[in-house]
């Protein structure tokens, strides 16, 4: 499998000469910042349960004050520990029962002694941060602090849409004292879509040393990613990232934004196409330029290297959300975190770290790293 790179040497052509992820990081990198994940929150401090709630199954009867009302504000008034919202969901759901009928609507009136069987099952959220046992690529691990490679397609915390199934519930399975700590140790946080290094504290002092090196920009991060079009050699985005204005889900370059300083560099480039084998000629789509580059952060910003690569009309290969298209054989972001280093923050001692492309990333590297290849072949016999 294809490794994060090891040399900058960078070509002058239009189609790069080929540099394989095989090839460099050596020289001192960047000061980095932390950014935030899919969702753009900040959870704060998260109080973990370490058991997951039972449902309950509880007798309401109707009173002649209640006559009249609506279900679900019935309920609401008797079962306050629950939002109005969640109980219309049990109510949907079929879990509340008026005199042994089931009862669909919300808006269905209560009568004077009617009873009701309601089954209460908790919400999603509070189910969310309780352990669940699974596989951890861990890359490096002390009794203070541990370094994951993460999976694409993992969410790193709960949050909506995704309260199971996470990285936080994970950590919480791994070791038991991370029931106690924020986020259960998690100091950073990678899209769900990205794979690659992250940090994360075992130990309440190990948390706070690095949310201080975090700040004082002294941990260091690089990221390998493919690109639409031919990037040049090497340059750097300084552009402000917020909100964006229009697409709520989307960051964008911004005035009023957070000030976000990205260094790219170009490892190679080259065109590709899908297979059209049994297609018609006319429909035949004509290969596209591609570039694989190196990515530095100096901020951490929201989708920050996503954000700053589609402001310069490259954005990342599959990375929908910014337009960027499927090609290389990848169905998602093309973005990994490669190589992380950072001081040790109870033992002193420098940490270094470098991941491998995963296989999908790695793949789609070698195809056109190929392409590359052969350009330059037909570029060196034409000459």
Same mark, same amino acid.
């Given at each position: 499998?294809?490794?994060?790179?090891? *040399?900058?040497?960078?070509?002058?052509?239009?189609?790069?000469e080929s540099v394989s992820p095989d090839a460099s990081l050596s020289a001192p990198l960047p000061d980095d910042d932390w950014g935030d994940d899919e969702s753009g929150e900040d959870l704060g401090v998260i109080a973990a349960a370490t058991s997951r709630p039972e449902p309950e199954q509880r007798t309401l009867e109707v009173p002649l004050s209640a006559q009249g009302q609506r279900l679900d504000a019935?309920?609401? &008034?008797? $079962?306050? %520990?629950?939002?109005? *919202?969640?109980?219309?969901t049990l109510i949907d759901a079929g879990c509340v029962q008026v005199n042994g009928q089931p009862a669909t609507s919300p808006s269905r009136k209560v009568l004077l002694g009617q009873v009701l069987n309601v089954l209460l099952k908790p919400t999603a959220m509070s189910q969310a941060f309780v352990p669940e046992p699974m596989d951890l690529d $861990?890359?490096? %691990? =002390? %009794?203070? /602090?541990?370094?994951i490679n993460k999976p694409a397609g993992l969410v790193v915390h709960p949050a909506a849409g995704n309260w199971?199934?996470?990285?936080?519930?994970?950590?919480?399975?791994h070791h038991a004292a991370a029931v106690e700590l924020p986020r259960a140790g998690i100091v950073?946080?990678? =899209?769900?879509?990205?794979?690659? /290094?992250?940090?994360v504290g075992k130990?309440?002092?190990?948390?706070?040393? /690095?949310?201080?090196?975090? &700040? &004082?920009? %002294?941990v260091s991060r690089q990221y390998l990613a493919l690109v639409q079009g031919v990037v040049p050699e090497g340059f750097t985005v300084e552009s402000s990232i917020g909100r964006d204005p229009v697409t709520r889900v989307r960051m964008a370059v911004v005035p009023a934004g957070k000030a976000a300083r990205t260094d790219v560099k170009r490892l190679l480039s080259g065109e590709w196409a899908p297979d059209q084998s049994g297609v018609k000629a006319d429909d035949r789509r004509p290969a596209r330029a591609y570039s694989g580059v190196l990515c530095t952060l100096h901020t951490g910003r929201t989708h920050q290297i996503r954000v700053h690569l589609s402001s310069r009309r490259h954005p990342l290969v599959a990375d929908t959300l910014y337009g960027g298209l499927p090609a290389l054989g990848m169905t998602r972001q093309a973005l990994h975190a490669a190589r992380l280093s950072f001081v040790h923050p109870i033992t002193g001692k420098n940490l270094r770290f470098e991941a491998p492309l995963p296989d999908d990333m790695a793949q789609a590297w070698a195809l056109l790293e190929a392409s590359a290849q052969e350009a330059a072949q037909n570029s060196a016999s034409g000459a």
């Open positions: 499998m294809a490794r994060p790179p090891r *040399s900058a040497a960078a070509p002058s052509s239009s189609v790069s019935f309920l609401a &008034a008797c $079962v306050p %520990e629950y939002s109005r *919202s969640h109980l219309k $861990v890359v490096f %691990e =002390d %009794e203070h /602090l541990m370094v199971s199934g996470t990285l936080m519930n994970g950590l919480l399975a950073h946080r990678l =899209d769900k879509d990205t794979s690659g /290094l992250m940090v130990s309440l002092v190990a948390i706070t040393a /690095l949310s201080r090196a975090i &700040a &004082a920009r %002294e």
